[in-house]
T-cell receptor, first 114, second 116 residues
Framework: DTGVSQDPRHKITKRGQNVTFRCDPI?????LYWYRQTLGQGPEFLTY????????KSRLLSDRFSAERPKGSFSTLEIQRTEQGDSAMYLC????????????FGPGTRLTVL | GNSVTQMEGPVTLSEEAFLTINCTYT??????LFWYVQYPGEGLQLLLK?????DKGSNKGFEATYRKETTSFHLEKGSVQVSDSAVYFC???????????????FGKGTLLTVNP
């Protein structure tokens, strides 16, 4: 069990550029979540996948954000036309199945938009 | 909607002191309650959980009891160590909201610093 991994760990970009983050969940986990954590705050829910289906999106996920989980394995989160307000830690978490509610988190990707 | 309120930090203690971090919640359904810990530069790690009223979660000397009557889940440790210095997050997962997505709602976090 290698845990949840995220790549890259850090990303610095200029305003207006597009960025993409990757999350690899624990191998047998079919539920996957993305959260955003800004400085001094707790993580906030962005979106949820069950296998390859995106079942819920937060209002925080503007139309510049898109997430995918092809084949129900790894997931990507893309931010288009980045803004300084997008600077945050983006956390991925996975969960085993329908009757377990414990989520396991990756180390996060820290995005800085200049 | 769901919400979690944690005591404001930062909290600074001396080694071997008693720790309490207060957490209260509001939920429309029947939540599970969690404490996660975040060490500097790392992601969130599950510290302990409780899934129903009067359950006590415990791990590494930390404890928290699910109190439905007071909607609370306070974190306690009898004797803190320098290595416990981290940010602690209280969270809930509402199993009745919108199906089985079990998304987490977090408090703002409490920074704990333990001095030798």
């Amino acid at each position: 069990d290698t845990g949840v991994s995220q790549d890259p760990r850090h990303k610095i970009t200029k305003r207006g550029q597009n960025v993409t983050f990757r999350c690899d969940p624990i191998s047998e986990h079919n539920r996957l979540y993305w959260y955003r954590q800004t400085l001094g705050q707790g993580p906030e829910f962005l979106t949820y996948f069950q296998n390859e289906a995106q079942l819920e999106k937060s209002r925080l996920l503007s139309d510049r954000f898109s997430a995918e989980r092809p084949k129900g394995s790894f997931s990507t989160l893309e931010i288009q036309r980045t803004e300084q307000g997008d600077s945050a830690m983006y956390l991925c978490a996975s969960r085993l199945g329908e009757y377990t509610d414990t989520q396991y988190f990756g180390p996060g990707t820290r995005l800085t938009v200049l | 909607g769901n919400s979690v309120t944690q005591m404001e930090g930062p909290v600074t203690l001396s080694e071997e002191a008693f720790l309490t971090i207060n957490c209260t919640y509001t939920a429309t359904g029947y939540p599970s309650l969690f404490w996660y810990v975040q060490y500097p530069g790392e992601g969130l790690q599950l510290l302990l959980k409780a899934t129903k009223a009067d359950d006590k979660g415990s791990n590494k000397g930390f404890e928290a009891t699910y109190r439905k009557e007071t909607t609370s889940f306070h974190l306690e440790k009898g004797s803190v160590q320098v290595s416990d210095s981290a940010v602690y997050f209280c969270a809930l997962s509402d199993r009745s909201s919108g199906g089985s997505n079990y998304k987490l709602t977090f408090g703002k976090g409490t920074l704990l610093t333990v001095n030798p």
